[in-house]
């Protein structure tokens, strides 16, 4: 009997304490985390407001978690924070695993006592603005019984090289250096981590090969190296990572010839090689490669045909070759195709009207090739039901557009609200960052995510000839309408004031005549407008947009008059001369059936889809690896990136 009650005191003793452990180790670790705060600029963050020293740590602080009344887990992630890092107990939190900082306003450098968090397994710190170099202390982290193995830093302002040191925590998972400054060459110690399945490093200052030793990753599923300075030939060795389902090489300078052998990963749904000096011709393997949904070589050297075989991937959702030295004739079988950017090249046939039958597809450049004759379109067909963007400009088609083509265009008909937040939902695994260079307001420019920004016709430089088909009114959503350097003739519809969206209009060099129409005054969104170089003649339309373009937007037209064009114009009633025109214009067009043909093209975006990253996120569950959720913040913040560059 006294065996048991001395038991059960000993039990007790113990009990208590381990409780009076575990609540001073509380006290302590609170006591570090309040003297934290402390440093805060904005201490009296709203989120932050629980973390007061009457308050129980574990249980009420926002962000805090704790196991066994030690602290665990801190995330204050997106807190509005400004501080540094110099100040965090790294020393005073034995316990912490999870530290989660992304998204605040963090600065200065990252201090080598990082290498203190003994039990650490993920380190969040993306977007921020720590800057200075990468501790080489951090492999330290290696030296516990819990390793890290989720390392994220991308969107800061490191610089400096990578430490080799990384090469030593073997257990990451996930490693995102991406969108920072950092420069040298890429470390062969990275071949040691053999857990990696994520490994980003895209929008910094690499130089240097790809390592060979890359290859000894055998289970990484997402390498992205875009938007570098990296050199030499695409190693061989890459095709060796078999579980690849990301690989993304663009915007550096590789040079050499496409590795045959990419074919051998299967199970690759993104391939994005564009904007390097690659040479050669598109290997027919690559048609094994039957999961893809993106396909992006743009920005290259490669000669030859577009191998037909590539109709064989029934998934492809965009494929962009533009700005390479393709030639041959068009491709014929893709079925699933939302992007379609075969611009800049020598390929020459006429027009693909197969395509208007894709029921997905959205943006289509064909630009400056060899493309000709007309363009046929038969009015009981459904053609290009959701198309936003269409660049034909610099090819030789010709003749009249049939009115039947502009009848379904869906996608340029309504102006959806959500469209004016970039939104790119639908496209590959489910969002990649499009961009296109655009001719916008007489000027090239970038513009990204096209498909939810930016509805686009450009029909320019071309041969068409005709009235432009007053139906390309009814495309309210329109942003950019190019239609110079063709032949058309008549008016200028006055269904365009219809247009409310339009920014950018250019009818130039054709040989259009009477007046300008006076709803074009209604246009309270256009920032660009050239019609020199017609047979217009008349008043130029009273209205406060109209007027705020210079001169050379109506020269070479010597029947108008105005005061910018140096002509009085009296007190001519041009309203009543437009409406009287518009019935005249009706007449001709019924007597003229599909005469009105759609060259009211949309303003174009010179030069064609790019598609930038072309990187996707997996709407996948939640038990995947978290760099499939986190792939989408790599891509929307490139761009703020650039910006600071």
Same mark, same amino acid.
């Not at 743009?298 to 075989?309: M, R, T």
């Given at each position: ?37 402390a440093t805060f600029k904005n201490r009296n963050n709203s989120l ?44 005073? $939190? ?111 200052? $690499? ?16 390498? %992205? ?47 994005t090689l564009s904007h390097n000096n690659l040479r050669g011709e ?49 491709? %014929? ?16 046939? %006429? ?116 009235? %432009? ?177």
């Amino acid at each position: 009997m006294m065996m048991v009650l001395s038991k059960i005191f000993y039990f007790q003793f113990f009990t208590l304490l381990y409780l009076f452990t575990v609540a001073f180790a509380s006290t302590e670790e609170a006591t570090a985390l309040m003297k934290w705060k402390a440093t805060f600029k904005n201490r009296n963050n709203s989120l932050l407001a629980s973390w007061t020293s009457s308050s129980n740590a574990c249980s009420d602080w926002y962000g805090v978690t704790c196991f066994n009344g030690s602290v665990n887990r801190l995330n204050i992630k997106n807190s509005s924070v400004i501080s540094t890092l110099y100040a965090f107990p790294f020393s005073s $939190l034995p316990f912490l695993r999870y530290l989660d900082l992304s998204m605040n306003n963090f600065s200065t450098t990252i201090p080598p006592e990082i290498g203190n968090l003994t039990n650490h397994v993920d380190l969040d710190l993306h977007i921020n603005r720590i800057s200075g170099t990468i501790p080489p202390q951090i492999g330290s982290l290696s030296k516990f019984s819990y390793c890290l193995s989720y390392l994220v830093l991308h969107e800061n302002q490191l610089s400096g090289s990578i430490p080799p040191e990384i090469g030593y925590l073997r257990s990451l998972t996930d490693l995102d250096l991406g969108t920072n400054y950092l420069n040298g060459s890429i470390p062969s110690s990275l071949g040691n981590l053999r857990d990696l399945q994520g490994l980003f490093l895209n929008d910094n200052n $690499l130089t240097g090969q790809i390592p060979q030793c890359l290859d000894n990753i055998s289970g990484l599923e997402v390498l %992205t190296m875009s938007y570098n300075n990296l050199s030499g030939e695409i190693p061989l060795s890459i095709s060796n990572l078999t579980s690849l389902r990301i690989l993304d090489l663009g915007r550096n300078n590789l040079k050499g010839a496409i590795p045959q052998c990419f074919g051998n990963i299967k199970g690759l749904q993104v391939l994005t090689l564009s904007h390097n000096n690659l040479r050669g011709e598109i290997p027919l393997s690559i048609s094994n490669l039957t999961s893809l949904q993106i396909l992006d070589l743009g920005g290259n050297n490669l000669e030859g045909a577009i191998p037909q075989c590539l109709g064989n991937i029934s998934g492809l959702q965009v494929f962009d070759v533009h700005n390479n030295n393709l030639s041959g004739t068009l491709l %014929t079988n893709f079925s699933t195709l939302q992007v379609l950017d075969l611009g800049d090249n020598h390929l020459n046939d %006429t027009f693909p009207m197969w395509l208007g039958t894709l029921p997905d597809l959205r943006v289509l450049s064909l630009r400056s090739n060899k493309l000709h004759g007309p363009i046929r379109s038969s009015a009981g067909e459904i053609m290009f039901p959701y198309l936003r963007i269409i660049d034909l400009s610099y090819n030789a088609f010709s003749k009249e557009l049939p009115e039947s083509l502009f009848q379904h265009l869906k996608g340029m008909r309504t102006i959806d609200q959500e469209m004016k937040e970039p939104s790119d939902k639908g496209i590959g695994t489910g969002c990649y960052e499009d961009s296109v260079v655009v001719v916008t307001k007489g000027l090239e420019l970038e513009v990204v995510r096209i498909l939810s920004l930016y509805t686009v016709i450009d029909l320019s430089s071309n041969r068409f000839e005709g009235h %432009t088909p007053s139906i390309v009114g009814d495309l309210i959503a329109v942003r950019l309408l190019n239609l110079y350097h063709n032949g058309l003739q008549g008016r200028i519809p006055p269904s365009l004031g219809s247009i409310s969206a339009l920014e950018s209009l250019d009818l130039s060099f054709n040989q259009i005549s009477r007046e300008i129409p006076q709803q074009l005054a209604s246009l309270t969104s256009l920032e660009f407008l050239n019609l020199s170089h017609n047979h217009l003649r008349g008043c130029i339309p009273q209205g406060p947009q109209l007027h705020t373009f210079e001169s050379n937007a109506y020269k070479g037209n010597d029947g108008l008059r105005g005061f910018l064009v140096s002509k009085g114009c009296g007190n001519d009633s041009v309203s009543d001369t437009n409406n009287t025109e518009s019935a005249l214009d009706d007449q001709e067009s019924n007597s003229e059936s599909f005469d009105d043909f759609w060259k009211g093209a949309l303003m174009g975006y010179g030069c064609g889809l790019c598609i930038g990253l072309s990187i996707a996120y997996f709407m996948m569950p939640a038990e995947n690896p978290k760099w499939l959720a986190r792939i989408v913040l790599v891509l929307e913040h490139r761009m703020r990136k650039k910006q600071r560059r």
